[in-house]
C-alpha cells in the first residue's frame, strides 16, 4: 500500500517525550534513530527544551514542521490529551505508550484513535517497540541498536518478544528488511503492514508472530493475494486452552478455535510454525536458500547413525529421498571409500575429511537429478573441523544452484562451526531434526497454490429466507428438524423424503408416502436429546405400529418434558447402514464462517477427529480437508470394503460452506450424521440456529 510509504521511509520524525536521561525509552528511540543512520530530520520533544545527543529538543509538537511520523512516548493520559495536537503535524503515530486495551483501558485507546483520524493521521499501537526500517534506515525503536539489514521482515504483536527476536537474529547474523511492532492494533493491523510488505522490494520472507485476529476473513484475503516470490511464516500463540486464556490477558486479543486457526493458515498456504526455534530456523533458510527444482533430496553423511535419523526425519516430514542406485553411483562413485554406502543417506564413512566432503557435495551440486542436499558431520576426535567449515562454505558459494543444509554434530568445536556458517548466510544446525525440519519448510512454502474456483450451487433461496423469517416471527434461534432439511433440501443436499405431521391420520399417510419402514421423532424446539425422553422410535413397518408409535411419542414427551411446546411429529425414511459422518459449520469470532467435517460417533465424541475450513471452500481443499481427518482410510475402504463416495461428501460440504455464507442468519448447523454409501450419501438428521437479530 502506497499510503504507508512514509511509514516504513519517513522523511522527519518527531519523537514526542524524548528524554535527557540515558536508559530512558525516550532516550534510546533517540540514541536508536541517530545511529541507525537515518538521513532525515529528527526532532526531539520534551517541554524542559534543551539539546539530547546534539540535537535541540522543542517544548511542543506545534513548534515543528510537519513530519511523517510521530513516535509518542508519554503516559497513556497524557497520549490521549496531545493525540489531537500530535494529528494537526504528522502523517502516522507510533505510539509506544503502554496502559491502553491491555489493561482494561479500553475507552482511551479509542478516544485516541478517533482523535488522530479526524485529523487524517493513522495510529500504530499502541503498546509497541517501535518500528525498524531497512528502506530509510531507521531503527526506530527502544530495543537493540545495531540491526543487519536483510530480506526477512517481522511483524510481532508483543513487544518484548520483538525486542528479544531483534537481539536473537543480530546474534544468528540474521538480516532484517523490517520488524514492524503492532502491538494492540487499535487502528493499523497485519493487513496493512502485510499489503505494505507484499510491494517492499527488500523483503523476501515475512515472520509474524500474532495472539489473536479480529479480522481474521480480511487477513486470509490478503494473504492469499501474496506474490509467489515470497513467503509468510507465522507464530500463533494460544495454541493450548491455558495459552489462549493468557492471549486474551495480554493484548486484549480474543483467540478463536486453535484448529480453525491451523485450517485457515492452510488455506491461504501460510505455513505455522510450532515453536519461535522452529520458526527463525524456518525463516533464515528460506531467506538464504533457492527454491528447489523437484523434489529429490540426497543426505551426505559422514556417520551411519546420523544418516538413518536424517532419513527417519524426512519420512515424518515427507520429504523424498532419491533412490535411483544407478543415478546415485554414477554420481559418487569417484569420490566413495571401500566401505562407503552409495544408497541415500550416502555414507562417506567417519574417514571423510575436509577434502572428500568437497568432492562429494560438489558431485552432489552438479547431479541435475538431486534437487535439495542435507549435509552432515559428526565431529570426530582427530578431524579438522575448520577443513570441514571451509569445504562446505566455498562448495555452497560456488554453487548455490539448489538448497543445501548442514548439521554439525559434537560439541564447543562444532558450535563454533556452525556460528561461522551462519555469518556467511549459510544455513547450518547442531540438530539433525531442525535441518529437515527447515527443508521441510523450504518445500512447503514453494509448493503451487492452486487458484480458488467456485461454482454457483442451486439453491432456492426464496424458500430458505421465508423459513428463517418465519423463525424469527416466532422469535426462535433454533430451528425445528424439519426446517433444518427443508433448507439444506433447499440447498441441493440428498434429503430423503420426510413429513411433518400433527396427527395420527396425517402420520399414517405420511408413512405410506414415503414407503416403510420409517422413523418417528418429536419435533420441539424444548426438546434437545429426543431419544433420551421417549420421542424417537425407528424401524416402523406399518400403519399400527405408526399409531402405536404417535400415541407413545406424545406421552413419553408430556410426562418427561411437561412444560416443552410439541409442535407434532417429523416422519422419515428408514435408512441402510453406511459409514455415518458429520458435516458443520459454525460462526468463528476471528474468520466468520467455518465448515467442519469428521465421522460420526466415537471419531468425533470421543477422538475429536475433525477438520475445518473457513467457508466458503473450493472441491479441491475440500478433498485435502477429508484427507485430513485420521479415519479417512475408512472411506478409502477396509478389510474387502469398497469405496465410499468421497465425492458425494465433497458436492455436500461444497453446498454446505455456500449455503452458510450466502445466509449470514444461519449461525450454526449439524448435519449428523450424513450417511455415506458406496454410491450416494444421504442426509438423516440435521440441527441449525440462526443468529440473534438485534
Known sequence: MQELEALFNPKSVAIVGASHHEGKIGHTVVKNIISSGYKGKIYPINPK??????????????????????????????AVEIIEDVAK?????????????????????????ENARKHGMRVLGPNVFGIYSAKAPINATFGPEKIRKGNIAVVSQSGALGI????????????????????????????????????DDLTKVIFLYIEGLENGREFLNIAKKKP???????????????????????????????????????????????????????????????????????IVTN?????????????????????????????????????????????????AGGEEYR???????SEDSI????????????????????AMAEVHKKYGNKPALYTIFGGEGATHIIQSLKKQGIPAFSDVEDAVSALYALYKVHEKKEEEKFEEVEMNEEKIRKIIEEAYKERRHRLLSHEAKEILLSAGLDVPPFYFVKSIEEAIDSANKIGYPVAMKVVSEGIIHKTDVGGVVLNIENEREVAEAYEAIMENCKRNVPKARIRGVEISKMLEKGV???????????????VMFGLGGIYVEVMKDVSFRVAPVPKKEIRRMIREIESYPLLEGVRGEKRKDIEGIVDSIYKVGMLVSKFEEISELDINPLIVYEKGVKVVDARMSIKVRK
Open 371 to 390: 534437487h535439495a542436499i542435507l549435509a552432515l558431520y559428526c565431529e570426530r576426535g582427530d578431524a579438522e573441523l575448520e577443513e570441514i567449515r571451509d
Open 359 to 365: 568432492q562429494a557435495l560438489e558431485k552432489a551440486f
Open 303 to 351: 556417520g551411519g547413525g546420523l544418516g538413518v535419523i536424517a532419513a527417519d526425519a524426512c519420512e515424518k516430514y515427507g520429504l523424498h529421498l532419491f533412490n535411483d542406485m544407478e543415478v546415485l553411483r554414477k554420481t559418487f562413485q569417484d569420490v566413495m571409500p571401500e566401505f562407503g554406502s552409495y544408497k541415500n543417506p550416502i555414507d562417506i564413512t567417519g574417514q
Open 228 to 298: 509467489k516470490e515470497k513467503s509468510i511464516i507465522v507464530l500463533k500463540a494460544g495454541r493450548s486452552k491455558a495459552g489462549a486464556r493468557a492471549v486474551a490477558s495480554h493484548t486484549g486479543s480474543l483467540a478463536g478455535s486453535d484448529a480453525i486457526f491451523d485450517a485457515a493458515f492452510r488455506q491461504a498456504g501460510i505455513l505455522r510454525a510450532e515453536s519461535l526455534e522452529d520458526g527463525l530456523n524456518w525463516v533464515t533458510t528460506i531467506a538464504s536458500s533457492p527454491p528447489p527444482k523437484g523434489k529429490n533430496v540426497v
Open 164 to 199: 528479544a527476536m531483534i537481539g536473537r537474529v543480530a546474534e544468528e547474523n540474521i538480516g532484517l528488511s523490517a520488524i514492524v511492532s503492532i502491538g494492540n492494533k487499535a487502528d493499523l493491523t497485519e493487513v496493512e503492514i502485510l499489503s505494505y510488505l507484499f510491494k
Open 89 to 113: 503535524k504528522a502523517k502516522f503515530a507510533i505510539v509506544i505508550t503502554s496502559g491502553f486495551s491491555e489493561v482494561g483501558n479500553i475507552e482511551g485507546e479509542k478516544k485516541l484513535v
Open 580 to 594: 455415518e459422518t458429520i458435516i458443520g459449520a459454525t460462526t468463528d469470532i476471528s474468520f466468520g464462517k467455518v
Open 49 to 78: 527544551g534543551g539539546e539530547i545527543l546534539g540535537l535541540k529538543v522543542y517544548r511542543s509538537i506545534e513548534e515543528v514542521d510537519n513530519v511523517d511520523i510521530a513516535l509518542i512516548v508519554v503516559p497513556a493520559h497524557i
